[in-house]
């Protein structure tokens, strides 16, 4: 049984098998039919992420924190990486910046960078799906892309674990994934419209040097592969080789000379995740999850080895392997590469088009089950973003932050005063000389947001100022409603470069010491480098239980008269 024709399986009274079959087998997609059929999904999840009233974080709220912090500091005039310092790009700061300016200083600003980026996210997917693939794998691609932008919690960790941390991370997967497809999978139309898959391809790569330098990277090294292997790219080369070109003469420009000094510094400050044991070991104990594709990869040898396609399959399915590898080496979490499930694509692409003279009882269960391993990972996005949704809802069993500009983000509650289960899954580089220590105790994120807020309040009736604070994130600023100090790093460990304690401190009215820190070791360093200078500048002015304040001896130096945005 050959393919059926778009006019003949779409058509009104054809029969469901033989609908099916097109779905599967005809490329490309009917527009309107693939819109809908992704779309409704797509407006389902980002109505579930986005509606409830409060923001649940169970797992890693600093990171949460750490975004909104480098936002308030974008929203009160300063510049990333010229008035704070971290190693990943503005985007996301930004947007959520935006969110402020549309929503007020809130953590509900932060949904306005998800729901910003799935949109883009979506339509990008849609564009490279639409010319590419069948319509039910078309279907499943950009659900997968888009869910994968909205989905609360983070990749390779449990679907249960409802976080915002690290979201430039599933930013950078979607769009890497998205770049795969259009860059190995050729287009299936008569009409020749490259300048879609340029346009996409170009914003997909911009958008990634502003999250984070590794996907622009990984984008440009797949860029220049495709070029030398794939027909459908090599033939406009120039086009290409101008995108890419232009692409590398921004990152290079002055406007973003502060951001690769920024890179740079994290880079040589030992940010960079070289240990090759302990790459190896992470791939070995999650050898199951690359199961598919590696098998993947066995298919493509042997449809090389029968004469059904070209060594560009093969070479191509181990290229995108181990680029996902890559990206993974440089990520906290230990498994999960999305980007990978663009290997069966495209085998399924090639499997399609090579066996395209059999019927479809031949081919079609071949088919359907490389779809179920995409199938699956919607299915966990999905049940993640349920999840949240009915958790957020319910109200049960939750913390709601009630004063302060933190006020609507909800954690865990628990305990008062345990101090018992901070995650062990936040995988920063420490000191690589540090032994193994016994922790002299663990903070929950309720018991975080409470020393927090008792931070906060213990600012809360003095003077405007500048907070600095000896910890990894300092979102008080945010909070209070005040313009933050400029010259820190918005994350601040052993992996960041050291800041001098002029910079670090020179506009800080306030030193918040906390007596329970994220990173005890860290804040007892951060004591050692700066003690000096506080005792020189700074007096006792407070102590609480969670914290010891230092207010500058001299109350006219610096006294900061901006608010910020309240």
Not at 131 to 148: D, Q, T
Not at 152 to 167: C, H, I, K, L, W
Not at 449 to 473: H, N, W, Y
């Amino acid at each position: 049984m050959a393919i059926p024709s778009a006019e003949s399986a779409f058509a009104p009274g054809a029969s469901a098998r033989r609908r099916l079959a097109a779905s599967l087998r005809q490329a490309p997609s009917p527009l309107l039919l693939l819109l809908v059929l992704s779309g409704l999904p797509v407006l389902a999840a980002a109505w579930a992420v986005l509606s409830p009233p409060v923001m649940l974080s169970k797992a890693m709220t600093q990171d949460l924190l750490f975004n909104l912090s480098g936002a308030w500091h974008v929203y009160s005039g300063h510049l990333a990486h010229v008035d704070f310092h971290d190693a990943s790009g503005r985007l996301s700061f930004l947007l959520t910046a935006l969110g402020f300016h549309l929503l007020g200083p809130t953590p509900f600003a932060f949904l306005v960078n998800v729901g910003i980026m799935g949109a883009v996210l979506f339509a990008a997917s849609f564009l490279a799906a639409m010319r590419r693939l069948p319509l039910l794998p078309a279907v499943l691609f950009v659900i997968f892309a888009s869910l994968l932008a909205l989905m609360p919690a983070n990749v390779g960790d449990r679907p249960e674990q409802y976080t915002f941390a690290m979201s430039y991370n599933r930013y950078g997967w979607s769009a890497y994934s998205i770049l795969a497809l259009i860059l190995f999978v050729p287009p299936r139309e008569e009409r020749d419209r490259t300048w879609i898959d340029i346009a996409v391809a170009g914003g997909l790569l911009a958008a990634m040097f502003y999250l984070k330098i590794t996907y622009f990277a990984a984008g440009l090294a797949t860029l220049g592969f495709a070029v030398l292997f794939h027909p459908h790219v090599g033939r406009y080369w120039r086009a290409w080789l101008v995108v890419g070109a232009l692409l590398v003469l921004n990152a290079l420009a002055p406007h973003n000379q502060a951001y690769l000094a920024d890179i740079l510094s994290w880079a040589t400050s030992g940010a960079v995740r070289k240990a090759a044991t302990l790459h190896f070991n992470n791939f070995v104990a999650a050898i199951d999850r690359y199961g598919p594709y590696l098998a993947a990869v066995a298919v493509g040898l042997w449809m090389w080895w029968s004469g059904r396609a070209t060594f560009r399959l093969p070479l191509t399915l181990v290229f995108l392997l181990v680029m996902s590898l890559l990206l993974l080496s440089q990520n906290s979490q230990a498994a999960g590469m999305p980007s990978a499930i663009v290997v069966l694509f495209a085998l399924y692409d090639r499997l399609r088009t090579a066996f395209a003279s059999l019927g479809n009882r031949d081919v079609a269960p071949w088919l359907l089950t490389l779809l179920l391993f995409p199938l699956f990972a919607v299915g966990g996005y999905a049940t993640s973003i349920a999840g949240y949704h009915a958790n957020a809802r319910d109200g049960r069993g939750v913390h709601v932050v009630e004063r302060t500009n933190l006020r609507g983000l909800a954690v865990p509650e628990g305990p008062r005063g345990t101090f018992l289960s901070f995650s062990h899954s936040f995988d920063y580089p420490s000191r690589p000389k540090d032994a193994p220590a016994q922790p002299l105790y663990q903070l929950s994120d309720y018991e975080y947001v409470l020393v927090l807020m008792e931070g906060a309040d213990l600012l809360m009736d003095r003077p405007i100022g500048g907070i600095a604070l000896l910890d990894s994130v300092n979102p008080l600023s945010f909070m209070l409603g005040v313009e933050p100090v400029r010259g820190a790093n918005l994350w601040s460990t052993w992996s960041a470069p050291k800041r001098s304690a002029g910079e670090f401190l020179g506009g800080a009215r306030y030193v918040l010491v906390p007596k329970f820190a994220t990173s005890p070791q860290w804040t007892d360093d951060m004591m050692r480098l700066y003690g000096g200078y506080l005792e020189q500048h700074f007096r006792w002015a407070a102590e609480t239980r969670c914290w010891t304040l230092f207010v500058r001896s001299d109350p006219e130096l610096p006294t900061s008269t901006s608010q910020g945005h309240i």
